[in-house]
């Protein structure tokens, strides 16, 4: 062997371990460029320099995920590398051709998961979660993909791509070469032992994560007290990775023991005696109203994207309410409230159904349950026709059949609505526009029928990309105050958001104005309205503004009839799981029903079961608890307004009491959701 021969396999040797090195460095350069980005974009500066401390903890703990995940990307192949290397030298040059375009597509992968991590925050306020698997059903895929159409500049995407991979392709060709050419080439089979051996256990133990500790995990990164900094921690492969072992047990239920039931059963009915052994029937209460009045129609909206907070701006050149303003100030309307998830699937189910599962019923094996809590078995049961509408179309998730499984007699979407109501249009991308939607009903409220009307209603207009109808006027719009509270810096975008919300909450105030309007109706009809969860894209929210990113109003019309023993006390805490409570003790006498939520118009009020409730976050008049995958970060309020909070070591006896509620309800929830899935499967 020549020694230009040698001379050449030993800087192919070091050119190799160079190449590794340049993609490991590259890598942890990627996945920091994204976590720099999102502080930059959505970081609070007040909270940065309050912690930073804890930031720097944060960004040190996700560079060791950031090496643990790319250390086990190239451990194959630098083991490859090493067989090659001791028994094939020759083969070392073509190694480290198919080496490079191997490291590229791996840093291409990284860039692509961080810049989707970047932009998911934007939207849902959260690293990838499991929420994520739910676009890869067919129906939300095509639709997302409309979705990122219009709402990104494809041309620029694309360039960024391209200017991306050049910028690492050029990086991958001439920084090993640079690193090997300051190196002699006189190395020895002991150079190369040793520094095989060194590498390979600094690979095992980056793709472990430590030494001599536990293996590092990103359920474990839970180290500051600020959400958002906790947010920063899993980079978007993590992120993902976490999210499909997620995704895989999303629809387990941990089991909760007699013993767990019971001491849950004790702390949510304290003025009841609690069974030896619990069983649904247990759950179940009856309503306080004394005497039956006739059944009034029932219709209850759930609003996409109806979020609380953006109402908070409004203003008389920054009209938010629409024509829902009158009825927001005369009917019952509540903002202390939560919705019960922050996806429209698990919301829509939640509020029906109140199961504990972390996803989506109706797209799981779980999907022909039928469940003993909905209100619509137990409106057909008082002889009411129960009718389920989407804006949308009924094959997403499965909305057709599962609802028919939990008693609702019809469902419609996008197609009934535009064959029946004259003049009707759908949207470019999503499904018909809401004013559309509620004609069709009330087209179905002035027909006769001989029985009442049970009508639950999900709208889709105020859902990114955000386009009302073109000709919609609308009121002013003033997005001059928002602003200063988003991380957008497109006007035309942010003016966009403001008149869809403000588009869909008209449509609705239209929609009751046409209802109060016909005196046979306004006696007659109930109408009930809350969102799905907050308004997505629009805020960037600070830690202290947590609560915020649950809240939606619930807006309640009651005809005058239905008004008995009833309290206006729009301050009071809610959510989701008491809308129907509500409802029922107005118009139902001496009914059992499953008994879960709180009545909120109740004159002797349970303020001790008086708390809102979201999967992730629970609030009452004492503070908040935010609790998310092993994080669980306590709050006060700042004041008694309700709108800010602030972290807190030293719980109160009231959030204290917070904390055991939301615990019992967890428990009980749980218990519950198991009990109807056993019954259904006793059944069969």
Known sequence: MTAATTQGRQSDWVRSNALFFVVLLLGLGIFLAGRLAMLHSYGEPGVVSKYTDYL????????????????IAIAPAYLLFLVIAMTAKSWLNTFYRLLRPVGFVLLM???LFAAINYHYYAIFGNHIDVFIFDFFEWENTREV??????????PVLLLQIVLTGLLLWYALKMLPPWIAGKYPF???RTHQVVVAVICSVLIAASARGAITARPLSVTRASLSPDVFFNKLVPNGMVAFYDASKRNKKKMKLKAVSEEELQQAFARYYPDKATPPVIGPDDLLTRTTLQEQPPLPDVVFSLMESFGARLLTFHAGNNNVYGALEPHASEDFFFTRFTSASTNTARSLEKVMLGHAFSSSVSSSSFRNVDFLASPARLFAAR????????SGRKTWANIDSFMKHQGFQDVYDEYAVLSEVEGSTGGRTWG????????FIRQLLEQPHDKPLFIVLLTITNHSPFEPPDDYEGYPVNIDAVMPHTALTDRDKMHSIVRTYQYANDSLGKFISSIKDKPELAGSTVIAA??????RYIFNTRNSETAWKYRVPFYLYLPPAYRVDTVNDHDRFGSHRDIFPTIYNRIFADMAYYDL????????FNHERAFSMNDRFAMSSDGGIYDEDGTRILYHWKDDRYDLLKTTESPSAGLQRLASLENAYTSLIRAFTRMQIDAREAQN
């Open 56 to 71: 720097l903890n944060d960004l040190v703990y996700g560079s060791r995920l950031d090496l643990k995940i790319l250390a």
């Open 109 to 111: 992968i990284c860039a």
């Open 145 to 154: 993909l409309k979705t990122i159409w219009i709402d990104f500049s494809i």
């Open 186 to 188: 006189h190395i020895t």
């Open 383 to 390: 002889g009411y026709r129960t009718i389920f509408i989407t």
């Open 432 to 439: 018909v526009y809401d004013e559309y939607s509620y004609a």
């Open 530 to 535: 809350s969102g799905d969860h907050e308004l």
């Open 597 to 604: 939520g709180v009545d909120l118009l109740a004159a002797d």
